[in-house]
Nanobody, 128 residues
């Protein structure tokens, strides 16, 4: 079992920067691929960024590529989402998620059904 707790969300002005954190319980965090998703009001939850268990592979959605960076610190059981050049359309609840490793696990995952554990979310609001 993995429990995930996101933090760092707040009200920001457009153009600003913010770093979200997601801290996991459990001793096996370093074996889990992790991801960030977001859900804007009235919209479906969507993929934002993903990272492999080692941190060696990362991938970001086109909508945030070049502005957002995902990283992790396995010694701290934490995955981060650095968000630069924030836009009003980045306003959403941001969720982190963990993929349980299997013998056939790949590097990272972009679909929600590939993740087994989810945090409660943290609100990011970007004003224009």
């Amino acid at each position: 079992q993995v429990q995930l707790v996101e933090s760092g969300g707040e009200l920001m002005q457009a153009g600003g920067s913010l770093r979200l954190s997601c801290t996991a319980s459990g001793r096996t965090f370093s074996s889990y691929a992790m991801g960030w998703f977001r859900q804007a009001p009235g919209k479906e939850r969507e993929f934002v960024a993903a990272i492999s268990w080692s941190g060696g592979f990362t991938y970001c959605a086109d909508s945030v590529k070049g502005r957002f960076t995902i990283s992790r610190d396995n010694a701290k059981n934490t995955v981060y989402l650095r968000m630069n050049s924030l836009k009003p359309e980045d306003t959403a609840v941001y969720y982190c998620a963990a993929h349980t490793p299997t013998s056939s696990s790949g590097s990272y995952y972009t679909f929600q059904h590939e993740y087994d554990y989810w945090g409660q979310g943290t609100q990011v609001t970007v004003s224009s």
